[in-house]
């Protein structure tokens, strides 16, 4: 029997891999869940923010998710299927993606028979609705026509007025959604998922810009074991980090630094002197929790303007301790 099938979609920063993990922690007993994960980043980091979770998690990194659509994705996908033989698939596309060439891949002859597309849900950060950047982005619109269920998340730092403004443009949007919600933290409700999916209406669903360019690895001199990757594309740009396990961090200075680099997400699994742990966030604002151990550390940064490696390189390594 197809076994259901669900985007979670959102701009950067709206809580996917927040909202995900919670969705994972209240699972039905007995059903095995997968995710495929799209990043607009090289280096992978969200398969680690998931590793816990007891999911079968797969990644597919290093641009936009539609513009990989093809054989990675279908990689990925095929290899979940076979490992997990899933009950239900989350898939979480890249904040800077197109969902228009998932769904597509979704609906091939390949795999008719083997999953059912099921409601998509969006999560939208009340605080960005004011923001051109964003609401002017081709991204962010079509992720919303493509959600089933559009969720304001995040509202325990919006002002009444910013949870007012997401339910009035909300409840304008058409076709009309078949759920509105408003929630925190990333708190999903599992019945949410049942909603009945509609045929999404897309602006224009291949208009955007679909070039990336990776500078691949550049790997320090007298440190081999310490590897910068560099991308970008859409407007955006991310630096990225793969360290091994043995650097140890200071986790109050990767926070400072994190939150003082003025981009508009970073994330990290890092070994810090108090054990692993988790960085999640983007705008100044930062979330960390422990973490299992990853065979090696990792960080990523995203930003809407060229980023000065050779300073947030320094950066970077003042927080090491070990």
């Not at 641009?63 to 095929?78: D, I, K, R, S, W």
């Not at 890249?94 to 998509?120: C, K």
């Not at 910013?162 to 999903?188: C, N, S, V, Y």
Request: include cysteine.
């Amino acid at each position: 029997m197809p076994f259901p099938t669900h985007l979670i979609l959102g701009f950067l920063g709206a809580g996917k891999t927040t909202a995900i993990r919670d969705l994972l922690t209240r699972k039905p007993a007995g059903e095995t869940w997968a995710v495929l994960v799209n990043e607009f980043g090289e280096v992978g980091i969200d398969g680690q923010l998931l590793a816990d979770t007891g999911a079968f998690v797969r990644e597919v990194p290093g641009g936009c998710m539609c513009c990989v659509a093809g054989l990675p994705m279908q990689m990925g996908l095929n290899m979940l299927i076979r490992e997990a033989r899933p009950d239900r698939l989350l898939i979480e596309p890249t904040g800077l993606g197109h969902p228009a060439r998932i769904i597509e891949t979704l609906q091939n002859e390949f795999y008719q028979d083997v999953l059912s597309i099921g409601a998509s849900i969006g999560l939208v950060d009340p605080r960005r609705l004011d923001e051109p950047r964003v609401t002017g982005n081709v991204h962010f619109r079509d992720q919303v026509a493509a959600a089933d269920v559009l969720v304001a998340n995040k509202t325990d730092l919006c002002t009444p007025q910013q949870i007012r403004a997401f339910w009035q443009w909300a409840e304008a949007l058409t076709p009309a959604k078949q759920r509105l919600a408003q929630t925190r933290q990333g708190r999903l409700e599992l019945a949410w998922l049942d909603a009945a999916p509609q045929v999404p209406h897309f602006e224009s669903p291949h208009a955007h810009d679909h070039r990336h360019e990776s500078s691949g690895v550049v790997d320090d001199g007298a440190d081999s074991a310490w590897q910068m990757r560099e991308n970008h594309g859409q407007g955006y740009f991310s630096l990225g980090w793969r360290m091994a396990a043995d650097y140890r961090f200071d986790a109050d200075a990767v926070v400072t630094w994190l939150t003082g680099t003025g981009c508009a997400r970073y994330k990290a699994v890092l070994n810090t002197v108090e054990g692993w742990f988790a960085f999640n966030g983007g705008d100044g604002a930062i979330s960390r929790y422990p973490t299992a151990p990853a065979a090696d550390n990792r960080l990523e940064l995203i930003a809407d303007t060229p980023l000065d490696a050779t300073c947030l390189e320094s950066g970077l390594r003042d927080t090491v301790r070990g």
